[in-house]
């Protein structure tokens, strides 16, 4: 199985909106509304910021919203602050009953 | 609050197996739930091993299958990964991590633990 495909990077100034996409397949993003999205800051484990396409569990701020059209699921964070700075990577079940990650996304502040 | 604990060593020398051991508290393994492992090489994204249920039914990372095990010890309240024939490009992190069936959260991970394939 491949990768789903993410940018490898994006930045935005603090205050504003940027948008991380996760472009995969009928197969897996297309398929099913089993895609998720982590936060993962250096030397941390990976957060839960999104499942299930657009949840938020508890506790996350809802400065982070996801959707999905078609084979590409997104990712939105509003008013960027300096501690969104991290890694993001998108996450999708697939039809052979198993679990796929993006590359990965580093997110700069500026 | 679920905690999971990665153990097991840190050092695996080429072509022999890497075991891993996940330790859960305040949450049954028996119960519901999967459980699982996924890994990521230094500097590089995350990688999907593999899922057990909490009845024991195994998925695997299709490019892992031929080399990956996952078990279960419901009397220890453990789980197990076993990756055979490893070579340097099995060099990671790996989280153990625990998932809600029919769902894609995956809502509680392990703090990680770093296996080094060298001889």
């Known amino acids: 199985q491949s990768a789903l495909t993410q940018p490898a990077s994006v930045s935005g100034s603090p205050g504003q909106s940027i948008t991380i996409s996760c472009t995969g397949t009928?197969?897996?993003?297309?398929?099913?509304?089993?895609v998720s999205w982590y936060q993962q800051h250096p030397g941390k484990a990976p957060k839960l910021m999104i499942y299930d396409v657009s949840n938020r569990p508890s506790g996350v701020s809802n400065r982070f919203s996801g959707s999905k059209s078609g084979n590409t699921a997104s990712l939105t964070i509003s008013g960027l602050q300096a501690e969104d700075e991290a890694d993001y990577y998108c996450n999708s079940f697939t039809s052979s009953a198993s679990w796929v990650f993006g590359g990965g996304t580093k997110l700069t502040v500026l | 609050q679920v905690q999971l604990q990665e153990s097991g060593p840190g050092l695996v020398k080429p072509s022999e197996t890497l075991s891993l051991t996940c330790t859960v508290s305040d949450y049954s393994i028996s119960s519901d739930s999967y459980w699982g492992w996924i890994r990521q090489p230094p500097g590089k994204g995350l990688e999907w091993i593999g899922f057990?249920?909490?009845?024991?039914?195994?998925y695997y990372n299709p490019s892992l299958k031929r080399r990956v095990i996952i078990s279960l010890d419901t009397s220890k309240n453990q789980f197990s990964l076993k990756v055979n024939s490893v070579t340097a490009a099995d060099t990671a992190m790996y989280y153990c991590?625990?998932?809600?069936?029919?769902?894609?959260?995956?809502?509680?991970w392990g703090q990680g633990t770093l296996v080094t394939v060298s001889s």
């Open positions: 009928s197969s897996d993003v297309g398929a099913y509304n089993y």
């Open positions: 991590v625990k998932a809600i069936g029919g769902s894609s959260l995956f809502d509680f």
């Open positions: 057990i249920s909490h009845r024991g039914t195994t």
